[in-house]
């Protein structure tokens, strides 16, 4: 599944995200995980709900460049991440069902 | 025969929900790739005592020794990151840790709050190092005792430590039996392998840049600062039956600033001087970093300046002041201290 990357700088194990608008083509599993860790990738249909236009995604790529983005670009930049935070939720929620963990007895030690 | 570079280590770490259980279900060790964070330097030890008995023998040869109670020590270093407004970033466990209450993430603009509370947060700390034969280890219930934002140098750090209720490592796990304390609630001989794609994010904090406002007024001859929080946190490690630490108790938590400024003859740094003297509590607002997402704003409230030290070391005068105590606005405020990530 495709994911679109909207932070400054990440990695997932070898992969290294750098650029906004980078596309990364990653396993829903591992996706989720990254998402749940604060790697800010989101998926691809919810990207493009945003409407970034072609010259956004090539002017922007360099997140360095964002401290003189338009207000155009930098709302559909907040309506991106705040995409990826609900995803990030949700997945979150969805992975909430966890068996129950073991406590420890303190036994005193021979 | 393979050796170990100081560099292939990465560090993981994860909140525990109860004091030295290392988060687990039925006794696997739930690790994933989120947990991990970039860091500079670690350290993770056991620690464990020589009980020696007092007898005389006769001769003026020692008795040889019982193993003793058993504790940890851990540090941790690394740089001030953060990847997008509102969302934590990956050192947010330690930060937990250290405040004593989650992170709060925000609207308005988007951003994560720690404030301070009472309560005393436990961490277990994940060394994997490589070629993974190597010895691997977690702490566990590790609290944070005293922590040091650096800031003013190229890149803004953060360090943290304390005691540890213990160390497992992988040698320990194959030979000690399930329920003992020192498992830290796993179960099996084997340890957990490290995640296979160890997620982080963010860029560092350049740490010159920023906006420090004392006393109301910005102030762009700010050499360098140091924020340093006691937390108080100290194990009970003297308890009945117990070979290890309980769970930790709380002393009065002490919040420090160090700062040093160039000396002028600005009316905004007599004011300065005056409420040194005069022993009149300033807000001090240190605001590192320019970027969106990534700029780290630590507030300290009712400041009492000590006498500051004039200082000829470098080719302008500075003023030094050392020790800086941070106070809360009232009985039941607890904000000494308080950052927001932004």
């Known amino acids: 599944m495709q994911y679109v990357f909207v932070g400054t700088e990440s990695f997932i194990g070898a992969i290294k995200l750098h650029r906004f608008g980078q596309v990364v083509e990653l396993p829903a599993e591992l996706a989720g995980g990254a998402q749940i860790g604060g790697c800010p990738i989101v998926s691809k249909p919810a990207f493009d709900s945003v409407r970034f236009t072609a010259e956004d995604l090539q002017r922007y790529t360099d997140v360095g460049s964002h401290a003189g983005a338009t207000p155009e670009f930098l709302e559909k930049k907040h309506r991106a991440i705040l995409a990826f935070q609900a995803e990030a939720v949700q997945v979150r929620a969805d992975r909430a069902t966890v068996k129950p963990a073991v406590e420890v007895i303190d036994v005193v030690q021979q | ?342």
């Open chain 2, 1 to 342: 025969m393979s050796y170990s570079n100081s560099a292939n280590e990465r560090i993981y770490i994860q909140k525990e929900a109860s004091f030295g259980v290392i988060p687990n279900s039925t006794g696997t060790p739930t690790l994933a790739n989120g947990d991990a964070c970039r860091h500079r330097k670690a350290t993770l030890n056991a620690v464990q005592g020589i009980i020696t008995r007092p007898d005389k023998t006769g001769t003026l040869s020692a008795t040889i020794g019982i193993g003793g109670r058993k504790a940890a020590t851990w540090s941790l270093e690394m740089s001030l990151a953060s990847s997008v407004a509102g969302t934590v970033p990956d050192c947010d466990p330690l930060l937990e840790a250290l405040f004593g209450k989650a992170g709060a993430v925000g609207t308005g603009p988007a951003k994560v709050t720690y404030e301070l509370d009472d309560a005393s947060p436990s961490l277990s700390i994940w060394s994997f190092r490589t070629p993974a034969a190597l010895v691997q280890r977690v702490g566990f219930g590790c609290v944070a005792a005293s922590a040091q934002f650096t800031l003013g140098q190229d890149i803004a750090m953060l360090s943290v430590s304390g005691p540890g209720k213990y160390v497992l490592d992988t040698g320990q796990q194959a030979v000690l039996t399930d329920g003992d304390a020192a498992k830290g609630g796993l179960t099996g001989a084997t340890f957990v392998t490290e995640p296979s794609a160890p997620v982080t994010s963010g860029i560092p904090v350049i740490g010159f840049t920023g906006v420090v406002t004392l006393d109301t007024n910005v102030y762009a001859t700010v050499r360098n600062a140091t924020v340093r929080i006691n937390t108080g946190r100290a194990m009970i490690d003297d308890a009945f039956n117990n070979y290890f630490a309980l769970a930790p108790f709380q002393r009065t938590r002490e919040v420090l600033v160090d700062f040093s400024i160039y000396d002028d003859d600005s009316a905004n740094a007599k004011a300065l001087l005056a409420k040194a003297f005069l022993k009149t509590p300033v807000d001090l607002i240190f605001a590192m970093g320019t970027v969106a997402g990534n700029t780290w704003t630590f507030t300290l409230n009712d400041v009492l300046l000590p006498v500051p030290e004039y200082d000829d070391s470098s080719d302008r005068y500075a003023l030094n002041f050392s020790g800086c105590r941070a106070y809360a606005s009232s009985d039941t405020a607890k904000d000494e201290i308080k950052l927001v990530i932004t």
